[in-house]
């Protein structure tokens, strides 16, 4: 299987139900102790950059890549852009006006989808939805 | 998770398509190797296999390598290109996941490259003077 054939595939519920389109994986990525080379970063207090700088500017060690489940959009298929789950509020309308085109969108743990097809995912029954905001 | 957390290591959570897909991919000397066009999945508990099973819905699942292969094409105008012609960079080979993703080895050990290394050995090893390194002297 490859994250390809997962993307913007159709979601359906237990009954067949359309639940929406499926518009990320969520991965758990295991960080390793450890590493010396991390650069120390004077611009961190710039709070303004922080949806970047603290994902993504970290420079642990990273080891295996665990999937943890499936996000849900249930009205568009278009990229989040990672503005639904960040909380960022600028550049003002852009995050506002994806986030309201993604509201209700949610995180289904991997363990709760029953079946990959060709451009559909089923879930099992009694499926799981959790909250879609990035920890 | 709480596995991870017990044994002095811990998790970040990233998103695939918005931490991963796209990035850029160096090598251990800091040498652009290629971007990350897609990730193949493979069921957890296979990883040390030299044939990884598929992952299986609903069942333990991880990232077993990084997909990069002519996807241009593939994008315009839908569907993707055949397994034969993804070039596979196995995962534990990943060092870093920053806004770019660090490998631990040389790019000269991957076979992503071997159209250029084909090339190099063919064409230009052929033309005079095309065995010469010229930043060897400096």
């Known amino acids: 299987m490859i994250l390809g054939d997962l993307l913007d595939a159709r979601v359906r519920g237990p009954g067949g139900e359309h639940l929406g389109t499926l518009v990320d994986v969520r991965l758990a990525l295991e960080t390793l102790p450890g590493d010396d080379s991390s650069p120390d970063y004077p611009d961190r207090e710039d709070r303004e950059d922080r949806a970047l700088s603290e994902q993504v500017r970290r420079r642990d060690r990273v080891g295996r890549a665990r999937v943890v489940g499936i996000l849900v959009s249930p009205r568009s298929g278009a990229p989040l852009l990672g503005y639904e789950r960040t909380g960022v509020t600028a550049p003002w309308p852009v995050p506002q006006l994806v986030r309201r085109r993604h509201r209700g969108t949610f995180l289904v743990p991997w363990e709760d989808v029953a079946a990959v097809g060709p451009g559909e995912v089923r879930l099992a029954t009694g499926y799981r939805q959790e909250d879609a905001a990035l920890p | ?138």
């Open chain 2, 1 to 138: 998770m709480s596995r991870e957390s017990s044994s002095g290591a811990g998790v970040r959570v990233v998103d695939a398509r918005l931490h991963l897909l796209s990035r850029q991919v160096l090598d251990v000397d800091g040498e652009p190797v290629t971007t990350v066009d897609d990730l193949e999945l493979v069921a957890a508990d296979a990883r040390d296999d030299d044939a990884p099973r598929d992952a299986a819905p609903g069942e333990p699942a991880e990232v077993g390598a990084i997909l990069t292969g002519p996807v241009l094409v593939t994008r315009l105008l839908g569907g993707r290109p055949p397994a034969s012609r993804w070039e596979r960079v196995p995962w534990r080979d990943v060092g870093h996941v920053g806004t770019a993703l660090e490998l631990t080895v040389r790019a000269d050990s991957l076979d992503v490259h071997w159209p250029e290394g084909w090339l190099r050995e063919h064409v230009v090893g052929r033309i005079p003077g095309g065995r010469h390194d010229p930043e060897e002297d400096s």
